[in-house]
């Protein structure tokens, strides 16, 4: 993936979880006009639980057909680095709580023979505002 614009701005926005949970400050966000991410996160959890049994009942949202429309980067590290993580057999899902909510890792093993590979490396070089 390579994208570059550079009529990009920098934004201030608040993120939360739930509509009524916390809000967190996100400070010089960079804006990507279209970020084209691909229709390919589906996550029923009912189905996950079902199959998986070490995975609690908690309040989990599912989803078809998502899409990211945000990406956040090490530069917010104390938002998604794990804070509980729960875990199962090899070939199973792992579960880890962020303060923005679960999030579902690894290998689910419902679709089988599917290898997906992909390396993301991105530089950006822009003028430092302080500098002028």
Not at 71 to 79: A, F, K, P, R, V
Not at 103 to 111: E, L
């Amino acid at each position: 993936m390579c994208h570059a614009d550079l009529n990009f701005r920098r934004v201030t926005l608040e993120i939360s979880a739930k509509k009524d949970s916390e809000k967190f400050s996100l400070q010089r966000v960079r804006t990507v006009r279209k970020l084209n991410l691909p229709v390919c996160q589906t996550v029923n959890f009912k189905s996950l639980r079902s199959k998986w049994k070490y995975i609690p009942e908690i309040d989990y949202k599912s989803f078809t057909n998502g899409r990211p429309v945000i990406l956040l980067g090490q530069d917010n590290s104390d938002l998604i680095v794990s804070r509980e993580v729960i875990e199962g057999p090899k070939q199973g899902p792992i579960i880890s709580r962020t303060k923005l909510g679960w999030v579902v890792h690894g290998n689910n093993a419902i679709v089988k023979g599917r290898v997906d590979s992909e390396l993301v490396c991105m530089t950006i070089d822009e003028p430092k505002d302080d500098l002028h």
